[in-house]
T-cell receptor, first 115, second 111 residues
Framework: DADVTQTPRNRITKTGKRIMLECSQTKGHDRMYWYRQDPGLGLRLIYYSFDVKDINKGEISDGYSVSRQAQAKFSLSLESAIPNQTALYFC??????????????FGPGTRLTVL | GQQLNQSPQSMFIQEGEDVSMNCTSSSIFNTWLWYKQDPGEGPVLLIALYKAGELTSNGRLTAQFGITRKDSFLNISASIPSDVGIYFC???????????FGTGTRLKVLA
C-alpha cells in the first residue's frame, strides 16, 4: 500500500463549487504539506503543518484553506473554486524526528479541473 | 515566489547516452534534493545532498552539490527507456524547513 494517499485522484468541478482534497499518510511523519503544480512553474507551496495544532500559509494560500484532522490526515479546501485553480495538487510529508533536513515524500497527486 | 532555474527544460536522447542537467539559484542553499516524476504520479526522491562539494550516487544517477552552494547537478549514465520522466531539483536555505522547487527537466529516451 502507498505511504501517502490522496483522494480523489481526478476531479472536475464548476466555478463556485466547494471542493475538498484529502491526504492520508501511514509513514508516521509529523509534517505535512500541500503543493500545487502548474506547467512550467514547478511546485508551489500552498499550506504546511508541522503538527496537528500548527498550520502555516505557504506562498500561494489565497483561495485555499486546510485542516489537520489528525497527525495522519491533512485536507485542502477550495471554498469557491475558480478556473485558475485548475492544476495538479500534491500532498507531501516529512519527519522532523528522523532528519533535520526535512526531506519530503509526495503522494500521487490530484488532478483538479475547474470549468 | 522564488524559483530555481533548471536546465535544460527538456531533452531527447538516445538509449545508452549519458544525461546531464543542472539547477542554479540566486540564494545559497544548505540542502539540495533531486526528484523524478513519472506521468500521473507524484515526485519520488532520488538523491539528497547536504554539503558543498558532496557527490552522491544512486545506481546510474549521480548528483553533486556545487561548491558555490548556489547550484547542483544531476547526471544519468547509460540511459534506459524507464528514465523517461520529469526531473526536479529542490533547494532549502538555512533557517527554513521549506523547499523551493525547480521548474523541471523533461527527459525523453529514444530506443
Amino acid at each position: 500500500d502507498a505511504d501517502v494517499t490522496q483522494t480523489p485522484r481526478n476531479r472536475i468541478t464548476k466555478t463556485g463549487k466547494r471542493i475538498m482534497l484529502e491526504c492520508s499518510q501511514t509513514k508516521g511523519h509529523d509534517r505535512m504539506y500541500w503543493y500545487r503544480q502548474d506547467p512550467g512553474l514547478g511546485l508551489r507551496l500552498i499550506y504546511y503543518s508541522f503538527d496537528v495544532k500548527d498550520i502555516n500559509k505557504g506562498e500561494i494560500s489565497d483561495g485555499y484553506s486546510v485542516s489537520r484532522q489528525a497527525q495522519a490526515k491533512f485536507s485542502l479546501s477550495l471554498e469557491s473554486a475558480i478556473p485558475n485553480q485548475t492544476a495538479l495538487y500534491f500532498c507531501a510529508t516529512s519527519d522532523s524526528t528522523v532528519s533535520s533536513y526535512n526531506e519530503q515524500f509526495f503522494g500521487p497527486g490530484t488532478r483538479l479541473t475547474v470549468l | 515566489g522564488q524559483q530555481l532555474n533548471q536546465s535544460p527544460q527538456s531533452m531527447f536522447i538516445q538509449e545508452g547516452e549519458d544525461v546531464s542537467m543542472n539547477c542554479t539559484s540566486s540564494s545559497i542553499f544548505n540542502t539540495w534534493l533531486w526528484y523524478k516524476q513519472d506521468p500521473g504520479e507524484g515526485p519520488v526522491l532520488l538523491i539528497a545532498l547536504y554539503k558543498a562539494g558532496e557527490l552522491t550516487s544512486n545506481g546510474r544517477l549521480t548528483a553533486q552539490f556545487g561548491i558555490t552552494r548556489k547550484d547542483s547537478f544531476l547526471n544519468i549514465s547509460a540511459s534506459i527507456p524507464s528514465d523517461v520522466g520529469i526531473y526536479f531539483c529542490a533547494g532549502r536555505t538555512s533557517g527554513t524547513y521549506k523547499y523551493i522547487f525547480g521548474t523541471g527537466t523533461r527527459l525523453k529516451v529514444l530506443a
